[in-house]
Nanobody, 118 residues
Framework: QVQLVESGGGLVQAGGSLRLSCAASGSIFSINAMGWYRQAPGKQRELVATITSGGSTNYADSVKGRFTISRDKAKNTVYLQMNSLKPEDTAVYYC????????????WGQGTQVTVSS
C-alpha cells in the first residue's frame, strides 16, 4: 500500500503564489508518474499537471505558464509551484501517483484546499 500526504494549501489573494507538496510512503517498489488533479465545487475532477519518472511533464492548458510541477525521486515527493493564482484556481487539489507496491496501481491523497480570493 501507498500513502500520500499533501501539504501547502491555504488561502491566498489573486496574483499570489502557493507551493503544494506531496510525499509518498509505504511498500513502494517503484513510482512511475506523479501529479496533481483538482476538483472545484460542482465540477468534475480535472488534471492539473503530471510528471513521469523520466521528468516529462504535462499541464492543463489553464495552468500552463503559471504552474510548475517538479519531483524529488529520492524522497518520493512531488511539488506544485503555483504562481499568478486566479479565483478560478480555487479547488481541492489531489496528489496522485502510479506506483508498484507491489502491483501497479493509482493512489490518491486526501486532498488539500486551495482558495484564491479576488
Amino acid at each position: 500500500q501507498v500513502q500520500l500526504v499533501e501539504s501547502g494549501g491555504g488561502l491566498v489573494q489573486a496574483g499570489g503564489s502557493l507551493r503544494l507538496s506531496c510525499a509518498a510512503s509505504g511498500s513502494i517498489f517503484s513510482i512511475n508518474a506523479m501529479g496533481w488533479y483538482r476538483q472545484a465545487p460542482g465540477k468534475q475532477r480535472e488534471l492539473v499537471a503530471t510528471i513521469t519518472s523520466g521528468g516529462s511533464t504535462n499541464y492543463a492548458d489553464s495552468v500552463k505558464g503559471r504552474f510548475t510541477i517538479s519531483r524529488d525521486k529520492a524522497k518520493n515527493t512531488v511539488y506544485l509551484q503555483m504562481n499568478s493564482l486566479k479565483p478560478e484556481d480555487t479547488a481541492v487539489y489531489y496528489c496522485y501517483c502510479y506506483a508498484f507496491a507491489p502491483g501497479w496501481a493509482n493512489y490518491w491523497g486526501q486532498g488539500t484546499q486551495v482558495t484564491v480570493s479576488s
